[in-house]
Nanobody
C-alpha cells in the first residue's frame, strides 16, 4: 500500500507560480512512476505530468510543456510539480498518483494510488 499526501495548492494571480508537493509513504516507490493529474471545475480529470522514480524520465501534457516541471527527491520520497506562468485555465484540483511500474503513461486508469487532491486557483 502506498499513501500519497499532496500540499502546496492555493490562490495565485495569472503569471504567478506555485510548487506542489506529493509525499509518498508505505511501500518503497523506487520502481514506480509518479503522475500529476488535475480536474478543472465541471470537467474530467486530465493528465499533467509524470516521472519515473528510477530513471528520472519525464513526460508532460502539451498544455503545460515549458511552464510546469516535475521532479523528485529520492531522500524525502517526495515528488514536486513546479508551476510557472500560471493561467486561469490551470485552475483545478491537482492530484498526485502512483503506479507500480517505471514506464510513463498518461492514462489515469493505469495509476492505482491517489492522493486526496489540492486546490489550485489562478485569478485573472
Amino acid at each position: 500500500q502506498v499513501q500519497l499526501v499532496e500540499s502546496g495548492g492555493g490562490l495565485v494571480q495569472a503569471g504567478g507560480s506555485l510548487r506542489l508537493s506529493c509525499a509518498a509513504a508505505g511501500r518503497t516507490v523506487s520502481s514506480y512512476a509518479m503522475g500529476w493529474f488535475r480536474q478543472p471545475p465541471g470537467k474530467e480529470r486530465e493528465f499533467v505530468a509524470a516521472i519515473s522514480w528510477s530513471t528520472g524520465g519525464t513526460t508532460y501534457a502539451d498544455s503545460v510543456k515549458g511552464r510546469f516541471t516535475i521532479s523528485r527527491d529520492n531522500v524525502k520520497n517526495t515528488v514536486f510539480l513546479q508551476m510557472n506562468s500560471l493561467k486561469p485555465e490551470d485552475t483545478a484540483v491537482y492530484y498526485c498518483a502512483a503506479r507500480p511500474n517505471w514506464s510513463l503513461v498518461s492514462d489515469a486508469r493505469e495509476y492505482g494510488y491517489w492522493g486526496q487532491g489540492t486546490q489550485v486557483t489562478v485569478s485573472s
